[in-house]
């Protein structure tokens, strides 16, 4: 254990020990013992007796540093010397990363380094030097490993919490470049400069309830307050959940407002599982610029020991990126792009899943609730080869018009919504009634497609880049319904599509066919191998 470690740890011991616990009490104990470290230093008191009585220390901090701003001491004189000395040496910003990475309360998202030093690399490539980190607190990793703040940019740290803008004043008090803030990026931010550069990680998924907001998505309300505060020529790079790249609705109005306003400089997918344990949803940071450019960047980035470096780049003309509905980027850099492009190239008429069917998730079912009962559930267990295993059906005991809402229908197309692999199946003629849980989709076609055609296609190549593009997950598989009722299929004429179904069926039934006669030859002859081992026929 490093020395600054070692140190932290006898702090929090002395805290914990006092029922000083909370994220804010822990902070606040730290940053009133470096106060008072900074005004003995400051004041270069002749007075040796300062640091080694625990009466006159108290009464120092008590009538210097001030209860006003950092509140009562919650303890005696001979505490807080056990604290003086125990943390008087520690870095304060380490400390507050420490702190908050061991936070499970409150839970702070601790952004990995790699996002700061991309962003800085961006700002000295534009030769910005006044730069605004937002949520700070969520960059404090960055902060403390970057160190950028000796450097010539002119920074200001906002935070919505108090006790964290005082450590960071109290931390940057020698630095006059750094200022600190105290402010909500979900409101209008009425700052008085301008700045070049802003990097945000708004919270993922809360609702707002500003009626003067265009959109009501923490991360889109976030974004919009933050614009007004860029200078022209200057940047902004935002960290996503997937959702804001593609759903439909006042996102989708929302990302082709902000693209008109602010366009799109680029576009990078973050590796797999960055934000864990704070989120495990599929991310992007995307830059958005008070000039437009030209082409529009589009890549992915991998992480290569703490730094972010792109795997993988490919440039849209911003007229192109304008036209597209959404920023499903993931389609755009698919290795497979001929094939894709050749589907969305294609002079066929194309058709919106939710234009044609009905699409419902399943119904949650604890495994408590599998008994012996009336109801048969369908889960991904349940399907195998592309075809529904019906003998092999889980039941609860329950009322059926209370699951009659996630009843399946013969006809009805399923799909896995969750898990590793995505699994379809067309359900088939069956007796009794048959519900889906809720790691399956069920989609219900009501004209122009029919089922087993539309699992043709969702299976082919084309259709799983397409499904994987409305992922919202990581490794895990997570789609949304009203995601998944975005997806193109081909609108071939009925007689077209029952054609190439029937070619689809005979050639599946004749492929099974194949694969049960092997298999009874196999049998028969590994049958007739071991009676010869044991002096059977000879």
Request: hydrophobic share 40%; proline share 4%; net charge negative.
């Amino acid at each position: 254990m490093k020395v600054g470690e070692k140190l932290i740890e006898s702090f929090w011991n002395i805290c914990l020990l006092h029922d000083i616990s909370t994220r804010d009490q822990l902070l606040r104990e730290a940053i009133r013992v470096i106060r008072t470290k900074k005004f003995i230093e400051q004041h270069e008191s002749s007075d040796k007796t300062l640091v080694t009585e625990p009466d006159k220390l108290f009464q120092l901090m008590k009538e210097w540093v001030g209860e006003r701003e950092l509140g009562h001491f919650p303890g005696d004189r001979d505490l807080f010397y056990k604290l003086y000395h125990a943390g008087k040496d520690m870095d304060l910003l380490e400390y507050a990363l420490q702190t908050l990475q061991q936070d499970r309360v409150t839970g702070v998202m601790i952004v990995p380094s790699g996002i700061m030093q991309r962003f800085i690399e961006m700002c000295d490539r534009q030769h910005y030097r006044s730069l605004l980190i937002t949520e700070a607190e969520k960059y404090i990793r960055g902060i403390v490993e970057a160190k950028r703040y000796t450097g010539p940019y002119a920074i200001t740290l906002l935070t919505e919490s108090y006790i964290i803008g005082r450590l960071f004043k109290t931390y940057f008090e020698p630095f006059p470049n750094v200022k600190v803030l105290q402010g909500s990026i979900y409101q209008p931010l009425p700052l008085e400069e301008k700045v070049e550069a802003i990097l945000s990680i708004p919270h993922f998924g809360l609702k707002m309830n500003d009626d003067d907001i265009p959109i009501r998505e923490s991360e889109g309300a976030a974004v919009s307050n933050l614009l007004p505060l860029l200078q022209e020529g200057g940047r902004i790079s935002v960290t996503f959940p997937a959702r804001m790249m593609f759903q439909s609705g006042a996102i989708a109005n929302w990302r082709k407002q902000t693209n008109e306003l602010t366009p799109v400089q680029s576009i990078y997918a973050l590796p797999d599982g960055l934000f864990r344990p704070f989120t495990s949803v599929k991310t992007y940071q995307v830059e958005f610029g008070k000039a437009l450019a030209d082409q529009v960047v589009l890549g992915r980035l991998r992480l290569e020991q703490s730094k972010l470096v792109a795997e993988r780049e490919v440039t849209i003309h911003h007229e192109s990126f304008r036209q597209l509905d959404n920023w499903r980027i993931d389609m755009l850099l698919n290795e497979d792009q001929d094939t894709l492009r050749s589907f969305q190239q294609a002079a066929i008429p194309k058709v919106k899943l939710r234009d044609v069917a009905d699409i419902f998730r399943g119904k949650s079912i604890l495994k408590q609730d599998l008994r012996a009962g009336n109801i048969k559930v369908l889960n991904i267990s349940n399907l195998e080869n592309g075809e529904v295993i019906l003998n092999s059906l889980e039941t609860i005991d329950e009322e059926e018009r209370k699951v009659k809402r996630y009843e399946i229908i013969p006809g009805d197309l399923v799909m896995t919504c969750r898990g590793t692999v995505n699994k379809f199946a067309v359900v088939p003629e069956h007796d009794g009634v048959v519900i889906a849980s809720a790691n399956i989709l069920v989609i219900r076609f009501k004209k122009a497609i029919r089922s087993h055609y539309a699992q043709m296609f969702l299976e082919s190549p084309t259709g799983t880049v397409l499904i994987q593009s409305f992922q919202r997950g990581t490794t895990v598989m997570n789609l949304n319904p009203a995601d998944v009722a975005e997806i193109e299929l081909p609108l071939l004429p009925e007689e077209k599509q029952l054609e190439l179904v029937n070619r689809y069926l005979q050639e599946k039934e004749r492929y099974k066919s194949a694969i049960r006669e092997a298999e009874t030859r196999w049998e028969k002859i590994k049958n007739q191998l071991y009676d010869e081992l044991y002096g059977g026929d000879h």
